[in-house]
């Protein structure tokens, strides 16, 4: 289990995804949705290497259409949440529904976003990523964990390496401040991205 969100102060609502991910060898999965939980779990069953697999507290209560029968999700594939033209927003786990709520808010303001769910860390879906900056020009990184060598910070550099071409302007990160994460429940709900902080981020990309 992982993520804030739960008063359980700094020791129980760490988003440790990065150090996992810093670990050659092991496969990383952290989904947003209980569809894609079960697809990724039968695949993390049958891999013949270790999987680490992530599971955002705050997302046990959530629901969607999850068929009976058994189906697998490939590692390294992301999915595209919300197609867009505007910017490119790339997050996984809970922060996909926080991006969810910037594009709602954005929306009303003529922005149109796409969505990038990263679903695994290790192997990573850099190509989907790729794809879908050449198609906005800009992009809005984020994650839970904190802002030091975390996945928004690997995503834009490898970015700013590999498609810097294609971008229209600087890349905006969004991530929680490098402090641990409060037990009082105001901090706590400020500690953790919203979907108004990632849609000002997407303001300040646009505006460049």
Known sequence: MVG????AAA???????????????????????????????????RDN????FCEHKNLYQAECDVPEAPYTIPFGEASITRDGKDCSIVTYGLMVHRALDAAAILSK??????????????PLD????????EKTGRLVC???ASPRCNIATDISAQVSMNAFGALKSAIELVSPPHVPVPFSPA????????????????RKTMAG
């Open 4 to 7: 804030a969100g739960f008063r």
């Open 11 to 45: 020791q129980h609502s760490q988003m440790l995804t990065p150090i996992f991910t810093h670990i050659p060898g092991i496969k990383v999965v952290c989904p947003s949705n209980a569809y894609d939980l079960k697809g990724l779990l039968l695949q993390s069953i």
């Open 49 to 52: 290497d270790p999987v680490i």
């Open 109 to 122: 303001e003529g922005i149109d976003v796409e969505i990038v769910d990263l679903r695994t860390l290790s």
């Open 126 to 133: 850099m190509d989907t990523v790729y794809d879908s900056v």
């Open 142 to 144: 984020v994650d839970e």
């Open 187 to 202: 901090l706590e709900d400020m500690y953790i991205p919203s979907g108004e902080q990632i849609a000002d981020a997407v």
